[in-house]
């Protein structure tokens, strides 16, 4: 079954998932903690460019690290539910510092219970994009 939700206002995002609505409200509230917990013991935020955090605190701390004073703009939703009762959920919009502003996929995987097992950032930009909120280029770790 896929559901189609457009999202007219991005500061009242509709979608049928109460994690995902969660996820982008405590993000844009600045609220780490309370993101963190909306995924599940051995969750995973995949960010882009970065290697995968797995755990609540981890997630919390990465948050506090990475996150702090963007703006998180969803747009639309789109979701299936797989055989094996989880949830997948794309999620189109975009993300906003005072520096730069990019269009972004995040995909959710949600557990039978509805919280976070996965979610991966995916900016969907250019070389030249990427360039402009980064010149010096990312560097391996």
Request: glycine share 4%; charged share 15%; hydrophobic share 40%.
């Amino acid at each position: 079954m896929m559901l189609q939700t457009q999202i007219n206002d991005s500061t009242s995002f509709k979608c049928e998932d109460l994690a995902i609505r969660s996820y982008f409200s405590t993000l844009n509230q600045g609220q780490f903690e309370f993101t963190a917990a909306l995924f599940s013991n051995r969750g995973q935020l995949v960010p882009p460019f970065d290697s995968p955090v797995i755990g609540q605190q981890a997630i919390a701390d990465y948050l506090n690290q990475e996150a702090v004073g963007m703006k998180f703009q969803p747009r639309s939703a789109t979701s299936q539910v797989l055989p094996n009762c989880k949830t997948d959920v794309e999620v189109r919009g975009q993300v906003s510092t005072s520096l730069f502003k990019v269009n972004v996929v995040w995909n959710f995987l949600l557990s039978d219970q509805g919280q976070i097992d996965i979610v991966k950032v995916n900016l969907i930009a250019s070389m030249q994009e990427l360039l402009r909120i980064n010149p010096q280029g990312w560097q391996e770790k």
